[in-house]
């Protein structure tokens, strides 16, 4: 598993996996006047990454890719990143179906985390979930992640306000970083 920014290059394969992943993915994606296809073609993951990349210009957002044995799996991005008092960030992900429950995710996101806390220097990352992507609240329950709330009719995902359960890892809540929380539940 490796994590880069987002290539230029990368946008043709990007195309292919969002295409591939709609009935995977889209009841988890904030709402959008587009189809799914016109939403997700290469001119379209070059206009999202020239804002994604401005945006990690001016500091406010961290974006990667995500690669499984060479091949683009998904993507990790820590928005909306603040500083000053707060220094936090929203955590945010998707992987491709055909490599999840494999552990890529949870480790692509435990390595985010200790980065935000390491060298970017935050003190809080935030996952807001909606409640009935239970995977994906038992992926941020594994890595040390603690449910603070429901935040009601939060974001319009697929076509409606929807309630998240939000949850908040703290760069004091595991000394030893997230990875090694990660190692620490892999099977023995």
Do not use: K
């Not at 988890?28 to 206009?47: D, I, V």
């Not at 500083?83 to 890529?104: E, F």
């Amino acid at each position: 598993m490796e994590l880069h920014p987002l290539r230029r290059r990368d946008a043709g394969e990007w195309s292919r996996l969002r295409l591939a992943n709609e009935d995977w993915l889209r009841r988890w994606e904030p709402s959008n006047g587009l189809p799914w296809q016109e939403r997700h073609t290469p001119a379209a993951y070059r206009a999202m990454r020239r804002v994604v990349t401005r945006r990690a210009r001016q500091g406010t957002s961290l974006p990667f890719a995500l690669r499984v044995e060479g091949r683009l799996a998904g993507q990790v991005t820590l928005d909306n990143v603040v500083r000053g008092a707060l220094r936090s960030g929203n955590l945010g992900y998707w992987i491709d179906r055909s490599v999840a429950g494999r552990g890529m995710a949870s480790l692509a996101v435990a390595l985010v985390c200790d980065h935000a806390f390491g060298a970017v220097g935050l003190h809080r990352v935030e996952a807001d979930i909606r409640p009935e992507n239970l995977p994906s609240q038992r992926l941020v329950e594994r890595l040390g992640f603690q449910r603070e709330g429901l935040l009601r009719r939060y974001l319009d995902i697929d076509g409606d306000w929807r309630d998240h359960v939000s949850f908040a890892l703290l760069a004091e809540d595991l000394p030893g970083g997230v990875l090694a929380r990660w190692r620490d539940r892999i099977p023995g």
